[in-house]
């Protein structure tokens, strides 16, 4: 394999250097890697994916089933196909053994997204799409022209004529009126790989290594769109036709042409059709031996003709039945006798599929067409024209005819001389061995499991492709799907066209995940929301962790402190003397109206009129099933207005569920519903001496417990600014809750700091927050509940109104199921060596006499939700979900921890101050 002198696009003046598995070569701007690996002589790429066999080259740009990359420089990327990366300086890729990796280091390039709205789209810029991309310009259409490959001409060698010139000469003419024309977008390696109702049309830009973005996805939207995307020349199975050095004739010939790249000295056409003349005559002037095998009883009498004037032999009513050769091809397997014809390149061609995936994507119906031996786009789709090659019309002529009329606007159509076309053969194999007959080379799949697939029952196509997963990797099947078809036709004896292909899906071909995301990555993909304390908390050093989409501080390390160590010292600090934390996260909404106590009292399990005005309560919501899906307090504002507040991550959910329930349940209410989690911001002051630090900032408040009791609030202000305190407590001790407009969070929160030095307040983070809850019992919602947990599972009997007559989730109360005393409820485990920390999602058995787990199966009693070690107990514990746990209380269990199993009491789950003393104040 060698460059050829006279042939090719490429900029030979120009030499760059790449690495390929370790070893540094040359190539030309122009370039893919696969024609640079081709013109030093590298035929093997990898290995294949489930048997390990060696992988080079079959195609030569998105239909190649195997030559499979990594990239490391200069951008990482698992999985590229050889044929469709372009060299650039200082690239370094590696073969695919068997299976990609996922890249070691980021991807920092920026991708981005643009919209795009036009009178025609256009895909693919071969002569049919030039063509109609032309002449709906000349009407005065906005057009879009995109396609594929990185120069316009799709698969035209340069050796045409139209319009009695060289056909990339024309190329190279309609492309500059298309650049002249106002109202014209034409965009080269761009794919159209996703085509959708009404017009709308994704497509994937590369806009090369150094730009900026490197991709772009256009959102296309077009008032007709025109597919001229082409055809992918179909191999033929037969056994061992998987060797690097079998290709594509339309390949080879692609590589001369485009890439100055002779793919081989000594070549072997094996063909059932007569395009593959083309390509042998081509080869055979660039200095190739050539031998033509057509299975067809007679050879085309024009091409032979050509053949025999050459000297390239022609064995027509004959066949390739395999190959020999260990790294790459050496020897084709010819008739019946497997008569060996030395070579180091055979080409196929098993005739052409016509490439109308963007028809089927939008529901066009394949029809099977015996003529061309393949199938076509059978009718019309409102909006969408097929045409050219991808129509099923591969005469150049014909090819140019209707890519004028393609837009309704046609003039003259331009000129090519008529082809001589003998019929196609059909031959989706020949005999040989089903088990080394690949039809799906990226999936290592043969004929052999096909033939299982039938064997099992299955005469859907589509039944078969998932079986065998033909068709299932990168290309999609562009080369395997249509002979999957025929052969599994064959083995049922039906006709192919009664049959069918699989469904043609997007995406055409692979688009990267960042490419998709586009600036929606990082920090914009899903938004960070800080509160307006965030810079104290990195001031003070706090860790932070992901809630919702909000940043939380979850503990303030100290030097040389561990999140354990610094979690007791908080815990202990809290529990001794006083903390503070940022509570602003949690979901607030405003509800107001005249019904506004009605709706709360249809939403939660327990009565919300009632309240009255300056007070708190807890409520709990459930859904329709009767399960707990969110709790907070509720207080009541006004006559008319109520404060609600809900879990951090839960905020928008229940927001959106209160709107559902007004807008088409119960729209006849007078009630309306406002986020406000942003406008205010809350700052927890919790501990034993919580009660000096707010009466030492808020003077003028008396805060005795006879005028500020429990679940009360009061409004007070601050160098005049309106401040709400409430006496809310999760921590289980005395603590009020200061909430404030969010513009005042940050000067509050130091102003509350300066004033609880005296008392050593220590800010405390979401960790500190879940230990100090559990150890009251108080449940997370989500995280000691799972979606089939009832208020009762809880313990939270009391939070169920017996009052009203009707609630969100009140008859599936009733449910037998519900009342089942062996329902898993909320209790806490202590484990009995006081030392182990059991892990969260740890499975609960009950405790064998001899200490062993048995064999399973094993019954499984509940499982831990919450684990934390506790400063206040001085040992671990835990809560849980425990099958009849409430009637468990005192009994011991046990839960796998490692190999070992822990001994664990149940017990109930308040375990710090259960008469509520300290909270009560």
């Known amino acids: 394999m060698t460059r050829v002198d006279g042939y090719g696009r490429i900029d030979r003046t120009r030499t760059l250097s790449f690495t390929f598995d370790g070893i540094v070569r040359t190539a030309h701007p122009g370039d893919t890697l696969a024609s640079a690996l081709l013109a030093q002589g590298v035929t093997t790429l990898g290995t294949s994916v489930r048997l390990g066999r060696p992988r080079g080259v079959l195609g030569s740009w998105t239909e190649d089933p195997c030559g499979l990359v990594q990239i490391e420089e200069p951008f990482p990327e698992p999985m590229l196909l050889a044929t469709t990366v372009d060299v650039v300086d200082g690239l370094v890729a590696r073969g695919v053994p068997g299976r990609g990796r996922l890249a070691e280091v980021a991807d920092t390039a920026r991708?981005?997204?643009?919209?795009?709205?036009?009178?025609?789209?256009?895909?693919?810029?071969?002569?049919?799409?030039?063509?109609?991309?032309?002449?709906?310009?000349?009407?005065?259409?906005?057009?879009?022209?995109?396609?594929?490959?990185?120069?316009?001409?799709?698969?035209?060698?340069?050796?045409?004529?139209?319009?009695?010139?060289?056909?990339?000469?024309?190329?190279?003419?309609?492309?500059?009126?298309?650049?002249?024309?106002?109202h014209v977008t034409h965009l080269q390696a761009t794919t159209a790989f996703g085509h959708y109702d009404d017009g709308f049309v994704l497509a994937l830009e590369r806009?090369?290594?150094?730009?900026?973005?490197r991709q772009r996805v256009h959102r296309i939207r077009a008032g007709r769109v025109v597919v001229a995307a082409g055809a992918f020349e179909r191999p033929i199975v037969f056994e061992d036709a998987d060797r690097p050095g079998v290709m594509l004739a339309s390949a080879a010939r692609d590589l001369l042409h485009r890439h100055g790249?002779?793919?081989?000295?000594?070549v072997v056409v094996f063909t059932v059709d007569d395009s593959a003349y083309a390509a042998a005559l081509d080869l055979h002037r660039a200095?190739?031996?050539?031998?033509?095998?057509?299975?067809?009883?007679?050879?085309?009498?024009?091409?032979a003709r050509r053949c025999a004037d050459a000297g390239i032999v022609v064995e027509p009513g004959t066949d390739v039945r395999g190959t020999l050769g260990d790294d790459r091809v050496r020897a084709?397997?010819?008739?019946?006798?497997?008569?060996?014809?030395?070579?180091?390149?055979?080409?196929?061609?098993?005739?052409?599929?016509?490439?109308?995936?963007?028809?089927?994507?939008?529901?066009?119906?394949?029809?099977?067409?015996?003529?061309?031996?393949?199938?076509?786009?059978?009718?019309?789709?409102?909006?969408?024209?097929?045409?050219?090659?991808?129509?099923?019309?591969?005469?150049?002529?014909?090819?140019?005819?209707?890519?004028?009329?393609?837009?309704?606007?046609?003039?003259?159509?331009?000129?090519?001389?008529?082809?001589?076309?003998?019929?196609r053969g059909t031959l989706w194999r020949t005999p040989g061995d089903p088990a080394r007959q690949f039809v799906d080379i990226a999936r290592d799949a043969t004929v052999a499991d096909i033939a299982r697939a039938v064997g099992a029952g299955m005469t859907s196509v589509e039944h078969v492709k998932r079986y065998t997963t033909i068709g299932t990797a990168h290309d999609q099947g562009k080369t395997s799907g249509i002979l999957a078809s025929g052969i599994t036709a064959e083995l049922l004896g039906r006709p192919v066209g009664a049959l069918g292909t699989t469904t043609f899906r997007p995406p055409y071909t692979p688009v990267p995940f960042a490419a998709l995301a586009g600036r929606d990555r990082g920090d914009l993909y899903d938004p960070v929301r800080t509160t307006p304390v965030h810079d104290r908390h990195v001031a003070l050093g706090a860790e932070f962790e992901d809630v919702g989409q909000w940043k939380r501080a979850r503990h303030y390390p100290r030097p040389g402190e561990d999140m354990a160590a610094a979690v007791l010292r908080e815990c202990a600090a809290v529990r001794g003397?006083?903390?503070?934390?940022?509570?602003?996260?949690?979901?607030?909404?405003?509800?107001?109206?005249?019904?506004?106590?009605?709706?709360?009292?249809?939403?939660y399990t327990n009565l919300m009129s009632t309240l009255k005005v300056g007070r708190v309560r807890y409520g709990v919501m459930c859904g329709n099933d009767g399960m707990v899906f969110d709790d907070g307090t509720v207080l009541r504002l006004a006559e008319d207005r109520f404060l609600v507040t809900t879990t951090t991550g839960n905020a928008a959910h229940v927001l959106d569920w209160m709107e559902e329930w007004v807008q088409t349940e119960w729209p006849d209410l007078r009630v309306r519903l406002t986020s406000v989690t942003e406008q205010w911001s809350i700052l927890a002051v919790a501990g034993p001496r919580s009660r000096d630090v707010i009466g030492r900032v808020f003077a003028d408040v008396d805060v005795s417990n006879e005028a500020f009791g429990f679940m009360t609030?009061?409004?007070?202000?601050?160098?005049?600014?309106?401040?709400?305190?409430?006496?809310?407590?999760?921590?289980?001790?005395?603590?009020?809750?200061?909430?404030?407009?969010?513009?005042?969070?940050a000067d509050l929160w130091d102003?509350?700091?300066?004033?609880?030095?005296?008392?050593?307040?220590?800010?405390?983070?979401?960790?500190?927050m879940h230990v100090l809850r559990a150890e009251k019992g108080y449940p997370i919602i989500g995280q000691d509940t799972d979606g089939t947990v009832t208020p009762h599972d809880l313990g939270m009997a009391w939070a169920v109104s017996k009052k009203k007559t009707d609630f969100v989730g009140k008859r599936s109360f009733a449910r037998p199921l519900n009342a089942d005393p062996q329902r898993k409820h909320l209790v806490s485990l202590l484990p009995t060596d006081a030392a182990t920390m059991l892990p969260e999602g740890s499975q609960i058995v009950d405790l064998p006499d001899d200490g062993l787990l048995p064999p399973p199966p094993v019954a499984m009693l509940g499982h831990v939700t919450s684990s934390y070690r506790s400063a206040e107990l001085g040992r671990p514990f835990a809560l849980a979900l425990v099958r009849g746990g409430r009637d468990r209380v005192g009994e011991v269990v046990a839960v796998p921890v490692g190999d070992q199993l822990v001994a664990v009491e149940i017990g109930d789950t308040v375990l710090v101050d259960p008469e509520g003393a300290r909270r009560d104040g």
């Not at 060289?166 to 002249?180: G, R, T």
């Not at 790249?261 to 000594?266: C, H, M, P, Y």
């Open 751 to 768: 102003r509350l700091l300066a004033a609880g030095e005296p008392w050593g307040i220590t800010p405390y983070g979401t960790e500190t």
């Open 332 to 423: 084709a397997l010819v008739g019946e006798a497997r008569r060996e014809v030395p070579c180091d390149l055979l080409l196929v061609s098993g005739g052409w599929n016509p490439t109308a995936h963007l028809f089927s994507h939008v529901g066009g119906r394949l029809a099977f067409d015996d003529e061309l031996v393949g199938f076509r786009p059978a009718g019309d789709l409102p909006g969408t024209a097929v045409v050219g090659a991808a129509h099923g019309t591969y005469a150049l002529a014909d090819v140019l005819r209707e890519g004028a009329a393609a837009t309704g606007s046609a003039t003259d159509a331009p000129h090519a001389e008529p082809e001589e076309i003998t019929p």
């Open 261 to 266: 790249v002779l793919a081989g000295r000594v």
């Open 577 to 603: 003397a006083v903390g503070m934390m940022d509570g602003s996260t949690l979901g607030k909404i405003d509800v107001r109206g005249p019904d506004a106590g009605v709706l709360l009292d249809h939403l």
């Open 287 to 303: 200095g190739a031996a050539v031998r033509v095998v057509d299975a067809r009883a007679e050879a085309p009498a024009g091409w």
């Open 713 to 745: 609030w009061q409004d007070t202000e601050l160098d005049g600014v309106p401040v709400r305190l409430a006496r809310i407590s999760f921590s289980g001790e005395l603590a009020v809750e200061v909430t404030v407009a969010s513009w005042y969070a």
């Open 111 to 182: 991708y981005d997204h643009r919209h795009l709205h036009c009178d025609v789209l256009v895909v693919g810029a071969g002569p049919a799409g030039l063509v109609a991309a032309r002449e709906a310009a000349r009407a005065g259409q906005d057009v879009v022209l995109v396609d594929d490959r990185p120069t316009p001409g799709g698969t035209l060698t340069g050796t045409e004529m139209i319009d009695g010139r060289p056909a990339l000469e024309f190329v190279d003419a309609v492309a500059a009126e298309l650049a002249a024309a106002p």
């Open 207 to 213: 806009c090369g290594e150094g730009s900026d973005p």
